[in-house]
């Protein structure tokens, strides 16, 4: 069982910037790919970017492609992703989730990940 709990997030205005934060409370966090998800009200979750266990392969969705940056420090069993240049599309529900079956992989698939946080909000403003 992974717990995993998301931080960092907040009201931004457009252009700006945000650190989110997934820390995991698992020993074994460093075998398990991470990703990150988000949802916008009435739309489904959609896939933002993923990282594989040792974080030497990151995809990022086209959306946030060369604004966003995921990132892992398995020493303190944390997930980040930077977000710069935001924009009032990008606000949502973020997700952390950990994919322990396909720990090399970087699957933009939500049903490929096993665990999942509660979500922070991200609201930027115009």
């Known amino acids: 069982q992974v717990q995993l709990v998301e931080s960092g997030g907040g009201l931004v205005q457009v252009g700006g910037s945000l650190r989110l934060s997934c820390t995991a409370a698992a020993r074994t966090y460093g075998t398990y790919a991470m990703g990150w998800f988000r949802q916008a009200p009435g739309r489904e979750r959609e896939f933002v970017a993923a990282t594989d266990y040792r974080g030497a392969k990151t995809d990022y969705a086209d959306s946030v492609k060369g604004r966003f940056t995921i990132s892992r420090d398995n020493a303190k069993n944390t997930l980040y992703l930077h977000m710069n240049g935001l924009k009032p599309e990008d606000t949502a529900v973020y997700y952390c989730?950990?994919?322990?079956?396909?720990?090399?992989?970087?699957?933009?698939?939500?049903?490929?990940?096993?665990?999942w946080g509660q979500g922070t909000q991200v609201t930027v403003s115009s």
């Open positions: 989730a950990a994919d322990w079956t396909s720990p090399w992989q970087t699957s933009s698939r939500a049903d490929e990940y096993e665990y």
